[in-house]
Structure formats: C-alpha cells, structure tokens
C-alpha cells in the first residue's frame, strides 16, 4: 500500500513539474515570431497606410515564397548535422538552365543556347539541376568526409562560376506567358509563388513528421554517434537532405526567375544568408536535431516583412544591407541561447 502511495506521490509530483500546454506554446520560437510579426504590423500601419493592404501583404509573400521554399530544404540540412552554403548558387544554376531551356532566344548580342521547351519540362529541368548539386554536396560530405561548411563552401563558388561561365556575365529573357506566369501570376488572390511554398512545406512537414526517415534525421542530428550505434543508414539519410536541399533550392531558383522575368549571373548572389537565418530565427539549432518546418516558414516571412518595411520607410540601401548583416548575428546569437537554455 505504501509503495502505491509512493508511486502516485512520485507521479503526481513528476505531472505538476511539467509545463502547461500555454507555457509550452508561449515559449516556442514560432509563437515568439507571431507576435513579433503582429507588432511590427501595427507598427508599420501607423508609419505607413499602404503596409497592411493586402497588395502589400501578397507582395511581401511572393517575394520571398523562393527564400522559404529554399529555407525547407536547409532546414532538413540543419536538422540532420549539416549545413548547405551552396543554395544561392544553387539556386542562380537552377533559374539558369530552366531558363535556357524555356527562353524563345534571340535578346542579347552573345547567343546563349535556348531551346524554347514547354514551361513544365524547363521547370523540371531547373529542379534537376538543383538536385544534382545537392548530391554532389552530399557525396563530398558523405563519401569523401569533407566538412560540410568547406564542401559547401567550395560548391558555392564552382555553381557561381559555372553561372557565369555559362553566361559569359549575359542575362537570359524572352520567356513565354506560361513561364511568367509561375512567378507572377495568381490562383484566385493568392500568388502561385505562395502555393508552391504551402504545398511543399506541407509535403516537407508531413515527411518530418510521419516518415520513418523524418524520424532518422532528426535523431541523427541529435547524436550522430548513437544513431550509427543504433544502425541507423546516416550516410543514406544525410546524402537525402542535401539533394533535397538543392531541389528545393532549384524551386526556388526557377520561381525567381519566373518572377523577375530574367536570369542573371548575380541572380541569388547572397541568399544562403537570408535562407539560413530564416530557418534560424525560426528556431532550427545549428547543432542539429531541433527545429520546425513552420519556424523556418515563419522566418522567412520576418526577414521579409522587416526589409519591406525598410523600403517603405525609404531607408537607403546600403543601411538595408546594414540591418540584414544584423539579422544574420541575430540568428546565430539567438540559437546560442537556445543550446545554453538546452
């Protein structure tokens, strides 16, 4: 009897230590984003009337559904022990070969090879491209033990010299209406950028959480050294994450071509920062083994939603530049508390 009672003693104890499910929630990183998102909208409203039309709000969306998009994809990345910063470049190479393969030709006085295919099968192509540098990222992490910041690092620079050597420093236009329209048009209100961002994150987030190799990056990034104990196929699961990375990256790459109706050997230059802080600030630990697909989302949408405040506010572009290095601190300070608190 007395041991019973000792149990239900330890039990009721143990029960009254846990948190409740609003504390829970309150101390998430995606509910921290949320308010802030809410305050800087009422905020912004009293700065400036055109902030919370809803021309503004899609805009600040399709603007940055590429950067999100991309961020899922690091974010399995991340999850899993790794790091990708090859995904501007990545996504520069994939908007270059969708592009070449949908362009009708004939725009710029150095002939870059168009081949006028159907917006599909260029759209394919472009996330091919995307995949096969994220297998090439994850062969040199996995097979040849490179570092993954070094591996990445290197594809960086090979991707973008590859844009330009391809290019010769010449954009590639004359796109068809179709291919346009991936970018720039809408689906009832709502742009197709942003239901491409919906549907995959959607797809990535039921993976995460329902697959058994959602199951495996997760406890791979948590600790690798037990996972190969348990025997867990992490050479398989993270070789996955990268070519899953760079296709998601080349979605990304093509919508922004498709958007901005060009493709330049600049295009994407720098983005890996913004598509990392995002899964960052979203809560994604650098260490691994902890994080969300909606955190990631959601921090796309804060660094968004900040740099378009900046342009209403008409700050100059060299202090934007300014606040988004601060942004990146922000992040890997912000994920350092994080592990501490951890």
Same mark, same amino acid.
């Given at each position: 009897?007395?041991?019973?009672?000792? /149990?239900?003693?330890? #039990?009721?104890?143990?029960?009254?230590?846990?948190?409740?499910?609003?504390?829970? &929630?309150?101390?998430?990183?995606?509910?921290?984003?949320?308010?802030?998102?809410?305050?800087?909208?009422?905020?912004?409203?009293?700065?400036?009337?055109?902030?919370?039309?809803?021309?503004?709000?899609?805009?600040?969306?399709?603007?940055?559904?590429?950067?999100?998009?991309?961020?899922?994809?690091?974010?399995?990345?991340?999850?899993?022990?790794?790091?990708?910063?090859?995904?501007?470049?990545?996504?520069?190479?994939?908007?270059?070969?969708?592009?070449?393969?949908?362009?009708?030709?004939?725009?710029?006085?150095?002939?870059?090879?168009?081949?006028?295919?159907?917006?599909?099968?260029?759209?394919?192509?472009? &996330?091919? #491209?995307?995949?096969?540098?994220?297998?090439?990222?994850?062969?040199?992490? &996995?097979?040849?033990?490179?570092?993954?910041?070094?591996?990445?690092?290197?594809?960086?620079?090979?991707?973008?010299?590859?844009? /330009?050597?391809?290019?010769?420093?010449?954009?590639?236009?004359?796109?068809?209406?179709?291919?346009?329209?991936?970018?720039?048009?809408?689906?009832?209100? /709502?742009?197709?950028?942003?239901?491409?961002?919906?549907?995959?994150?959607?797809?990535?987030?039921?993976?995460?959480?329902?697959?058994?190799?959602?199951?495996?990056?997760?406890?791979?990034?948590?600790?690798?050294?037990?996972?190969?104990?348990?025997?867990?196929?992490?050479?398989?699961?993270?070789?996955?994450?990268?070519?899953?990375?760079?296709?998601? #990256?080349?979605?990304?790459?093509?919508? /922004?071509?498709?958007?901005?109706?060009?493709?330049?050997?600049?295009?994407?230059?720098?983005?890996?920062?913004?598509?990392?802080?995002?899964?960052?600030?979203?809560?994604?630990?650098?260490?691994?083994?902890?994080?969300?697909?909606?955190?990631?989302?959601?921090?796309?949408?804060?660094?968004?939603?900040?740099?378009?405040?900046?342009?209403?506010?008409?700050?100059?572009?060299?202090?934007?530049?300014?606040?988004?290095?601060?942004?990146?601190?922000?992040?890997?300070?912000?994920?350092?508390?994080?592990?501490?608190?951890?």
């Amino acid at each position: 009897m007395s041991t019973n009672v000792a /149990v239900e003693s330890k #039990a009721a104890k143990a029960a009254a230590q846990q948190p409740s499910l609003l504390r829970r &929630v309150i101390q998430r990183p995606e509910t921290s984003i949320v308010l802030v998102l809410l305050v800087l909208g009422l905020v912004l409203s009293q700065s400036s009337s055109a902030f919370l039309t809803s021309d503004n709000l899609f805009n600040i969306l399709r603007n940055n559904a590429d950067i999100a998009i991309a961020a899922l994809g690091v974010t399995l990345v991340i999850l899993a022990g790794g790091i990708d910063l090859s995904i501007g470049s990545t996504m520069a190479f994939s908007g270059l070969i969708a592009a070449m393969a949908v362009s009708l030709g004939g725009t710029t006085a150095y002939q870059l090879p168009s081949f006028g295919l159907p917006p599909a099968i260029a759209f394919a192509l472009g &996330v091919l #491209a995307g995949a096969t540098v994220g297998l090439v990222n994850g062969l040199l992490v &996995v097979r040849l033990r490179v570092v993954p910041f070094i591996a990445t690092l290197g594809m960086l620079g090979v991707v973008r010299g590859l844009v /330009v050597g391809l290019t010769s420093g010449q954009t590639v236009r004359n796109f068809p209406p179709e291919f346009i329209a991936l970018g720039q048009g809408y689906i009832g209100p /709502v742009p197709v950028p942003v239901i491409f961002l919906i549907v995959l994150a959607i797809l990535v987030s039921i993976f995460l959480s329902y697959h058994v190799w959602g199951t495996y990056i997760y406890a791979i990034g948590g600790n690798e050294t037990s996972a190969m104990l348990t025997g867990l196929p992490v050479s398989r699961v993270k070789l996955l994450t990268y070519v899953l990375s760079g296709a998601l #990256a080349g979605v990304g790459g093509v919508l /922004v071509v498709a958007r901005l109706g060009v493709s330049a050997p600049t295009q994407a230059l720098g983005y890996e920062l913004f598509v990392i802080a995002s899964a960052v600030i979203g809560g994604v630990s650098l260490a691994g083994g902890r994080g969300t697909v909606l955190g990631a989302v959601l921090g796309a949408i804060l660094i968004g939603v900040l740099n378009n405040a900046l342009v209403l506010l008409r700050v100059e572009s060299y202090w934007q530049q300014a606040f988004t290095g601060g942004i990146i601190l922000l992040s890997a300070l912000i994920d350092r508390l994080r592990q501490r608190r951890s």
